[in-house]
């Protein structure tokens, strides 16, 4: 096991130097100058000369390169000049909006996506399962903009005035304040530091924060805030997840080993949750795995419909802003984020079937 | 039983042997057996037929503001005459837009630009992922690794990213949009087409064909890339579905066509901000792609499901 993960690892290390270099290129192949790219209105002659120097802009293209390598290591990504922040600040502030998003989109997919699946492959051919694929079908194909504004629609305005009404933007409602759990817990920090920084990023999840501080007022907004997001970012993945699910179940149910544990006179619980079930999980695994991406992808368009400061709205703004170096910095960090949950679900994926670390 | 055996007697005489059935024609009709397929057949030729005929279909031009032309407002509610719209007003089947241009118009013109979409972007994804896929998988060594090292690197990016990532760098508009959507979609096909090669590679038949003293070129568009096009046409239909919901949301995000083109993805997003105003010009745009795509894989569903039996028994 130990040695297929280091090997993983490995493996990937090529795949990280690659979107180096991809997001290196990407600034310099942006039209004009890096300076002005990077720094817009900001860039005064004076600056400029500071700015190339700084960044070795003068010297040969391999050894820019190697100190962008170097800038990255040591977890420069470059500056904003809207914020006039480094990239770094902006990822710890925003991040967190976008992982909470994409967490409980995924929640949500795995919490209806699985059950359906499973239902549906055991009353295979039923109403029940004629419906759930319909619906899978659909639920893939929905533009994801389209359906967060029909949620917002149908939540916000069609059914105002009953309890299903529910906020089409923001975060929390006006008037709804957060205090960072730790402060709650009387916790003093300095604003620097390792400590600082992850009970930092924590607090800024909402629901998280809530729980963590006791705070169930912020907790019951934070959480009707999210739903309409969630239920847009999370249809396509439920969708997949629903499939995979019913399409692993189907091929598992017709395995010799199930007519064996239905002819031993096992109950159909047994069979399906014990026998079957364990051994559909690998694929949806997998499914999941995939749909993180796409869940990354799906949050610029969330965010932007649902007006949710994270990552992607951030990105969409700076494209539109032509702020590239929070385009470039956020890219990178995307991309390796993304590189990390592939390894951490092929590692998984090894430890659920020993087929695949012993070959 | 006498009459089954006299009726395949007949057909030999006629030399019409019910061995004699191609496996394009046993696909035929095992898509035709598919609920799921059909649907997507329908639903797929009548935006075809939409596409080929919007000048006809299109009662307005889907370009022109309405403005001193006819008496109606921007942003004006659907009004069909059938269903109890007075005839003093214009008909708008679904409205007019921001601009007052015909919603409806729009949309018919739009289905034109969503498969010219679908099929450009694909097609480029194709032919560049089966070359490289192709010299990948015949070739090996560093070539391979060269090769599949890159593709790896673009997969690592999520999708839309890194397609927005290349427009940033492009500049906005259709002919980028599409280009960057085709980039991104390379490495699928390469992957693909890498997986047959090396299937087939070194099977008898192309060892033969290099025994005769075929060239590498004979060998591999002769002998092997037919080997690889099963999968490259299920993996190719879906994949239009996949291009056309991103080049909608690039679109949306106007980083796509750029108004006052007719194209779903900006005609919604134009209007993202008047969905509780005027609801009907989220919704139209959106359900069009929504049916496109849809169309698309339940087609390539079905595609996967007649080409390769084996999976029959899941679906």
Redesign the interface.
């Known amino acids: 096991m130990t040695t297929y993960i280091l090997r993983r690892i490995v493996l990937s290390i090529p795949v990280l130097i690659g979107i180096l270099f991809a997001t290196f290129a990407l600034a310099r192949l942006i039209p004009g100058d890096p300076c002005h790219a990077m720094l817009g209105e900001k860039a005064t002659e004076v600056v400029c000369n500071e700015f190339i120097s700084r960044h070795g802009l003068d010297k040969p293209i391999p050894i820019q390169f190697g100190i962008y390598v170097g800038e990255i290591m040591q977890g420069d990504f470059g500056r904003s000049f809207r914020f006039s922040k480094p990239v770094t600040d902006l990822l710890m502030e925003r991040l967190p909006i976008t992982v909470e998003l994409s967490f409980s989109a995924l929640f949500l997919s795995i919490l209806i996506g699985v059950p359906l699946g499973v239902i549906s492959a055991v009353r295979h051919n039923s109403w029940v399962d004629v419906v759930t694929m319909v619906w899978a079908n659909v639920g893939v194909s929905m533009p994801v903009f389209w359906l967060g504004l029909m949620l917002a629609y149908i939540f916000a305005l069609a059914l105002k005035g009953t309890p299903l009404q529910l906020p089409p933007s923001g975060r929390l409602s006006p008037g709804v304040l957060t205090t960072p759990f730790w402060e709650v817990w009387g916790l003093s920090l300095q604003p620097s530091g390792l400590l600082y920084t992850i009970l930092d990023f924590l607090s800024r999840m909402n629901i998280l924060n809530a729980v963590l501080s006791a705070n169930w007022k912020l907790l019951t907004d934070a959480v009707t805030h999210l739903i309409l997001p969630s239920m847009a970012l999370g249809t396509i993945p439920m969708a997949l997840i629903a499939r995979m699910a019913r399409s692993a179940m189907l091929e598992v149910l017709g395995q010799d080993y199930i007519r064996t544990a239905r002819a031993k006179g096992l109950r159909q619980r047994v069979v399906v949750f014990k026998h079957a079930f364990r051994n559909a999980l690998l694929p949806l695994v997998t499914v999941i795995g995939l749909s993180l991406g796409g869940l990354l992808g799906g949050a610029v368009l969330t965010e932007t419909v649902f007006n949710l400061s994270g990552v992607g709205r951030i990105l969409y703004d700076s494209i539109t802003a032509r702020d590239y170096g929070i385009v470039q910095g956020f890219t990178v960090v995307i991309a390796v984020f993304f590189v990390f949950l592939n390894l951490i679900v092929d590692v998984s994926y090894a430890y659920l079937d020993p087929r695949i670390r012993l070959d | 039983m006498i009459t089954d055996t006299s009726k395949i007697a007949q057909l030999d005489s006629e030399g019409l042997s019910l061995r004699s059935v191609s496996l394009w024609q046993i696909t035929w009709r095992r898509l035709f057996r598919r609920k ?1 397929a059909v649907v997507g057949m329908v639903i797929l030729g009548i935006l075809i037929l939409i596409a080929l005929t919007a000048q006809w279909l299109a009662p307005y031009d889907p370009l022109q503001p309405l403005i001193g032309i006819e008496q109606i407002s921007k942003r004006a509610n659907p009004c069909i005459h059938l269903l109890g719209c007075p005839a003093s007003e214009p008909q708008h089947i679904m409205g007019t837009d921001g601009n007052v241009r015909d919603e409806f118009s729009r949309l018919l013109y739009g289905a034109r630009l969503s498969l010219m979409i679908g099929l450009t972007t694909v097609s480029f994804a194709i032919i560049i992922g089966t070359v490289l896929g192709a010299l990948s998988g015949y070739f090996g060594g560093w070539v391979d690794n060269l090769i599949m ?2 593709m ?2 673009l997969l ?6 890194l397609a ?2 290349i427009v ?2 492009l ?1 906005p508009g259709l002919q980028n949009a599409l280009l960057a959507i085709g980039i991104v979609s390379i490495p699928t096909y390469a992957r693909v087409v890498r997986a047959s090669v090396l299937s087939v590679r070194e099977m008898d038949f192309v060892s033969a064909t290099r025994a005769m003293g075929g060239n590498t070129i004979q060998i591999l568009f002769r002998r092997i890339l037919p080997n690889a096009l099963t999968p490259l046409i299920v993996q190719g239909t879906l994949g239009i ?1 996949t291009a056309i ?1 991103d080049a ?2 690039l679109s ?4 796509g066509a750029q108004p006052p083109t007719p194209e779903w ?1 900006s005609m ?2 134009a209007e ?1 901000n008047q ?2 105003t005027a ?1 009907h010009l ?2 139209y ?3 069009a ?3 496109t ?2 169309s698309f ?2 087609l390539g ?1 079905g595609l996967r499901d007649a080409l390769d039996p084996r999976l029959a ?3």
């Open positions: 799921s090292r890159v790896d690197v690592a990016f999520p999708s839309l990213l927005i990532a940033t760098v500049g579905a919901l909608a949301a949306f995000l106007g980083l993805g919604l997003g993202r969905v509780f609801p989220v919704f745009p959106g359900f792609i929504m049916l795509v849809l894989n339940l569903d028994h899941i679906s």
